[in-house]
């Protein structure tokens, strides 16, 4: 009820950057099923264990990560504007996805949601909506990942515009948003169950 509220510093959260050179903007959040806080930072990803250690993936430590999504295996997601690289965080280890194995991904991913069945769903920069098949549970699989892609064109206008810059999932309907406007798109979820 707002009564208890804690704040914490760039020294609690273990920035690996100094003082002066660190920016302490979380830009997304999230929980996974074990109760660890997750968010992407300026400089990298970061989470809170359920005993309040805050830990630093070291593959990450110095990358603009700013969009994530825990899907329903406990996978944690994650974009870096950098590269253009979409990384997968599993309890096995750490994958980096890129254009060498999803072509879309030469295009920047501005947001990212995940459906009940681990899909992952990515609102493009000029690529619309790109929908990933990692396949059902907690996975480190190297091999290319199964997708599609659904933007103005392939769509009959059905997406408005390509250029995608939020992105949401309420009740199996997919919510974005563009220079068009905000978008539904229902029965894309339930559809694909691959």
């Known amino acids: 009820n707002g009564t208890t509220w804690n704040q914490w510093s ?5 920035s690996p950057l100094s003082q002066d050179d660190a920016r302490p903007e979380f830009y997304d959040i999230g929980y996974d099923s074990e109760g660890n806080f997750w968010g992407c930072t300026y400089y990298g990803v970061v989470y809170r264990d359920a005993q309040g250690t805050w830990h630093s993936i070291e593959e990450t430590e110095g990358l603009y990560t700013y969009a994530m999504t825990i899907d329903p295996f406990d996978n944690v997601w994650v974009a870096d504007r950098g590269d253009n690289f979409l990384y997968q965080i599993t309890t ?12 879309p991904l030469a295009n920047a991913i501005n947001d990212l949601a995940s459906d009940q069945y681990g899909h992952l769903y990515c609102a493009m920069d000029g690529g619309g909506i790109l929908e990933i098949f990692p396949g059902l ?9 199964s997708y599609k892609e659904y933007t103005n064109a392939n769509t009959g206008g059905g997406i408005p515009d ?3 810059s939020q992105l949401e999932i309420l009740n199996d309907d997919i919510w974005f948003s563009s220079p068009a406007g905000i978008t539904r798109v229902t ?3 339930r559809l694909s169950t691959e």
Do not use: C
């Open 187 to 189: 029965n894309l979820v």
């Open 92 to 103: 096995d280890g750490f994958v980096t996805h890129d254009a060498n194995t999803i072509p």
């Open 10 to 14: 760039l020294s609690d959260i273990g």
């Open 137 to 145: 549970g907690k996975t480190n699989n190297t091999a290319a990942l």
């Open 162 to 164: 390509d250029n995608l």
